[in-house]
């Protein structure tokens, strides 16, 4: 019998690349004999049982070409290169150079559009941003998160300098009618059973001012913009999510969307929770923050909706405010996701209190985390026990193998529905959301790491398979 062993470079070369996308699978082996005898064939009556199909292999699902991006772009954010190319990307945000802006240069607009860009996002218009739900779907997916890359063009700077009241007044409710249509289209966009993800900031200027200053009630123009959106989003037989920012903005944060939930998830109706809001686990009050609106919700009558991350805002928010280690962040995340799974109210209380309608979204790419939510989740299952519905979710193009591994084992309805989050707009809008992807990926190394590590484990077997050296 003759054995293959795959001789693999420790990073992936432009020839690797070309014969995985233009040739069918290619072995580079070596042979040796590890048998010379033959063997004689015995007939049974009965045959023995066939052995069981392994299951394929979760990046398998991936098209070609995805694939090859993804191998191809993690490599690069897991090596020394993304420091540079993130420094490149930091001046191209704000640039007006007629060399390096989007906007201004064609050929870098492609450039960016044909890499990154279609990396992290959806698609420039409603046709491409269809088109990638449907290829979410075909992989498994239960459904997506879609959100409007494009932030405010008015800034509150811009806004001060105008003499006219008047004139203000109307850049305001501009900003704010910019935000309520594009976030109804992108409604529209990512259809029934889907998320939609909002945030405040996006209403421009009189949203950062009043989420500056704390005010527990939004501005009537983004408060009926919200309504608004609330109505066709329930219409629709979708839900929304509530974006966590900065800690500047957060208290009042949670406090509009405290006010959408009162309204829009009483527990008498059927699709509640419609409105989930996010809660941050690398912040110390996370927990305490948590139980005091499951206490709202519970004395209240309405649904609790919580998307759990573990918080993007490191560079901007107090540190004190933040746990001190990644591994009490990580503890925390996995506290909060136990005690809502196992129904214990409070948080870390015994289990069997009068526990309120929640539903809880996983937002995370930390695989061990969304891991054990799902074993928690499989295991009350089978065993008959109370649930509550759970869902988990990464980024597009990012922790593919978390994600699709999710999808393998969800397929009997024993596990949590799995979704992909996608940006969508054009290139200069989506600048910005691709710059802290960029952050995001050069702040968790480890992790980065770890997917780099499944994109080449994919290549060996999309290459014949074999032992490794």
């Known amino acids: 019998m003759r054995s293959k ?15 995985l996308l ?18 004689t064939t015995t007939h ?8 069981k199909t392994p299951s394929p292999a979760p990046l398998s699902a991936l098209p070609t070409r995805t694939f090859l991006r993804s191998l191809l772009f993690t490599s690069v954010m897991a090596s020394p290169l993304l420091k540079p190319c993130l420094s490149l990307l930091k001046y191209m945000v704000d640039s007006n150079s007629l060399l390096f802006s989007p906007a201004k240069n064609p050929v870098v607009n492609y450039l960016l559009r044909r890499t990154i860009y279609d990396h992290f996002c959806a698609g420039i218009n409603e046709r491409e941003v269809r088109n990638t739900v449907q290829e979410m779907k075909s992989l498994g997916f239960k459904g997506v998160i879609l959100g409007y890359a494009r932030e405010s063009i008015a800034k509150v700077e811009d806004v001060d300098r105008i003499q006219s009241a008047e004139e203000k007044q109307e850049a305001l409710d501009r900003a704010v009618e910019e935000w309520r249509v594009g976030t109804l289209r992108t409604l ?11 945030k405040f900031t996006g209403a421009g200027p009189a949203a950062v001012e009043a989420l500056s200053r704390g005010d527990r009630v939004p501005p ?13 989003v329930a219409a629709q037989g979708s839900r929304v999510w509530i974006d966590a920012e900065q800690q500047i903005f957060q208290g009042a944060i949670d406090a509009w969307a405290v006010d959408l939930m009162r309204k829009y998830n009483r527990v008498n109706r059927a699709d509640a929770p419609v409105v989930l809001n996010t809660y941050q686990a690398y912040l110390k009050s996370s927990t305490a923050r948590l139980n005091e609106h499951l206490q709202l919700a519970q004395r209240e009558g309405w649904a609790m909706g919580v998307k759990l991350v573990r918080g993007a805002y490191i560079a901007h928010d107090h540190r004190d405010r933040i746990h001190d280690t990644k591994a009490d962040t990580d503890r925390n995340y996995d506290h909060i996701v136990e005690s809502l799974i196992t129904r214990q109210y409070p948080l870390g209380g015994e289990p069997g209190q009068p526990f309120p309608k929640v539903r809880l979204f996983v937002a995370s790419h930390n695989g061990v985390s969304v891991r054990k939510a799902c074993a928690l989740y499989r295991q009350r299952a089978q065993s008959g026990l109370p649930l509550i519905p759970v869902e988990v979710g990464q ?3 990012m922790a593919d193998e978390v994600s699709l591994g999710m999808v393998e084992g969800s397929t009997d309805g024993a596990a949590p529905g799995v979704f992909k989050c996608l940006a969508w707009g054009s290139t200069e809008e989506c600048l910005h959301f691709l710059l802290r992807r960029a952050v995001e990926n050069q702040s968790a190394m480890e992790r980065t790491r770890d997917t780099a590590r499944a994109l080449r484990g994919e290549a060996w077997r999309r290459l014949g398979g074999g032992s490794v050296m």
Do not use: F
């Open 44 to 51: 049974h009556t009965v045959p023995p049982p066939a052995p």
């Open 5 to 19: 062993v795959l001789l693999w470079p420790k990073r992936p070369t432009p020839l690797l690349y070309y014969q």
């Open 220 to 232: 009537p123009r983004i408060q009926e913009a919200m309504m608004e959106i609330c109505d066709a």
């Open 395 to 397: 980024l597009q193009g």
């Open 22 to 39: 233009h040739h069918p699978p290619v072995y580079y082996h070596a042979y040796y004999n590890t048998s010379s005898t033959s063997t």
């Open 188 to 198: 529209g966009m990512c259809g029934r059973g889907n998320y939609l993800a909002v």
